[in-house]
Every structure is written in C-alpha cells, then in structure tokens.
C-alpha cells in the first residue's frame, strides 16, 4: 500500500506550457510538502503545508502554486514552464512536529523542452 | 540559516569496506540530524535520525552515525558494505526553530564495487 503517491512519473513538456503534480498520502498526516530536485542531485524544500495551509514558502517563483484540496493532497501546479525548471519534483508528508520523519513520494521527472 | 555539508561528493568501495560519509551543519541551537538513503530510480527513505539522548544512532541495514555537538557533525558509518548500498546519501538537519523543515545537504554518491 503506497504511503506517498505522485503523478505523473515522468513529464515531459514544452517551455511556456502548464502543468500540474499531483500528490496523495494516506498516512494520516497534517502536514505536506515539495521539494525540487536539479540535476546534481542537490534537494531543496519549495513549499510546506500544515492542515491545508501554507506553513513555508521558500524563495520559488509565483509561478509555482501549491494546491491542498484536503490534508491528504498536495499539488503542484506550475505556469509558464521554463527550462530551469526541469528537475524531479518530490512530494513528502509527515506528523506536524519538529523532527519528525518525512515520508517522500518516488518523484516526479519534469523536463522541459 | 542552518546550512548542511557533504564533502564527499562521489565514494566508491568494493565490498565488505567499511563506510563513512561525513557530514556537516551550522547552526548554533538544538537540532533534529537524518540521513536518507536514495536507491537508484527509487524515492528517498529514512535510514536513522537523532532527536535526542544516546549520540550514537543505530539504523537500518546495519548503518549507524554519531552525533558530535563539539564538531556540529552527524557522520554515518557501516563497518562492512554490500553492492545492495549502492545509492546517494543525504544528511538533513531540522533546526529546532524552523518548525518541521528539513535542510538537506548536496549528497554522496556511493558505489560499491561488487
């Protein structure tokens, strides 16, 4: 039973398009997020939800628009799509305090042409 | 802002070496220390963490890492590495002050040689 589940695996599209990253975790917890990471490997934190409401906001482009429906989804949707944004897109849950571990998603391959 | 350091970039090994990855973070409180492990084409998944009490955390797959407040280090070890290792390791430091967010480092590429 997969506890972080994303769609799709891979997305492949063309700069200037829009696209969405969906994320669902039946897990049962508060609280959400996105990561993004490039081509080196490097994993940094985009945005983090609490109970449908944004907790973090790390510098991103207003382009990239988090989405939380209900505590069990996240998504990602992002407009104007250039060809830095090409990266694996990785959602994660967990409980609400500080320390506890994170549950991640396999990844979403984005790749803009 | 807490910063995590990997300075190991690329590591390779043939089996039954043992491991250690070093790691580490600037921030001057109390902080929450992980490491992920990242098997090839699959999401990243918990090997040990750090809250509190016992320095020396014992994890899954026979990995370990001790916590050096003195040294704001949190390195992992293995004594003896299989091919099945073979995987990038990320060390991530949660900041008491910073809420649940994680601050991860760059990521050591390790190879095992069969």
Redesign the interface.
């Known amino acids: 039973d997969t506890a972080v589940s994303q769609t799709p695996k891979y997305l492949v599209t063309q700069m200037g398009n829009d696209k969405s990253i969906k994320c669902e975790q039946n897990l049962g917890h508060d609280t959400m997020y996105w990561y993004k990471q490039d081509s080196k490997k490097f994993l940094k934190i985009m945005f983090s939800y609490n109970n449908k409401e944004l907790i973090i906001n790390e510098t991103v482009p207003n382009r990239f628009s988090p989405k939380s429906p209900d505590k069990a989804h996240l998504n990602l949707h992002i407009n104007s799509l250039e060809l830095g944004d090409s990266a694996v897109y990785f959602c994660a849950s967990s409980l609400p305090e500080a320390g506890v571990t994170q549950y991640f998603g396999p990844g979403t391959r984005l790749t803009v042409l | 802002a807490q910063s995590v350091s990997q300075h190991n970039h690329h590591v390779i090994l043939s089996e039954a070496a043992s491991l250690e990855l070093g790691c580490n973070y600037s921030y001057g409180g109390t902080v ?1 220390l ?1 490491w ?1 492990v990242q098997y090839p084409g ?5 090997l040990l ?1 750090y ?1 509190s009490g016992d320095p020396l955390v014992k994890g899954i797959k026979g990995f370990e890492a001790e916590f050096i407040k003195s040294k704001f280090s949190f390195n992992l070890r293995k004594p003896s590495v299989q091919w099945s290792d073979t995987a ?1 390791y ?1 060390c991530a430091v ?1 900041a ?1 002050n ?7 480092g ?2 050591t ?1 390790l190879m095992v040689k069969p």
């Not at chain 2, 699959?42 to 918990?46: A, E, G, I």
């Open positions: 929450n992980f992920y699959q999401h990243l998944q918990l963490k809250f990038e990320f949660n008491y910073a809420g649940n967010m994680l601050t991860f760059g990521g590429r």
